[in-house]
Nanobody, 125 residues
Framework: VQLQASGGGLVQPGGSLRLSCAAS????????TGWFRQAPGKEREFVAT????????YYADSTEGQFTISRDSANNTVYLQMNSLKPSDTAIYYC???????????????????WGQGTQVTVSS
């Protein structure tokens, strides 16, 4: 599975961005596709994920209500709509896919087999 992430950039506090993650290759094996982020000097953290079967969504406590994850099944692309952005949302955002069918661990980066390149999101005035 190959993942191509895009959509990062510089935005002012309170602004919005939409990230995209296009999956290709053996996508029939994908259980969920999601986003993680890593800020300077911090560990990578879970942001949100979309479970392909059943279209369930999972969010981190810090992003629920602010971010929305969705999927266009026609082109195997997962989107992360980020609203009301804050400077604390500044990070490199990574798209990832898991083939592990375990809904109890979808927030754990250890189960994600495939990773896209990161895309920088900077929230600053």
């Amino acid at each position: 599975v190959q993942l191509q992430a895009s959509g990062g950039g510089l935005v002012q506090p309170g602004g919005s961005l939409r990230l995209s993650c296009a999956a290709s290759g053996r996508t029939f094996s994908v259980y969920a596709t999601g986003w993680f982020r890593q800020a300077p000097g911090k560990e990578r953290e879970f942001v949100a994920t979309f479970r392909w079967s059943g279209r369930y969504t999972y969010y981190a406590d810090s992003t629920e209500g602010q971010f929305t994850i969705s999927r266009d099944s026609a082109n195997n692309t997962v989107y992360l709509q980020m609203n009301s952005l804050k400077p604390s949302d500044t990070a490199i955002y990574y798209c990832a896919a898991t083939t592990v069918s375990d809904r109890f661990r979808v927030r754990n980066d250890i189960v994600y087999d495939y990773w896209g390149q990161g895309t920088q999101v900077t929230v600053s005035s």
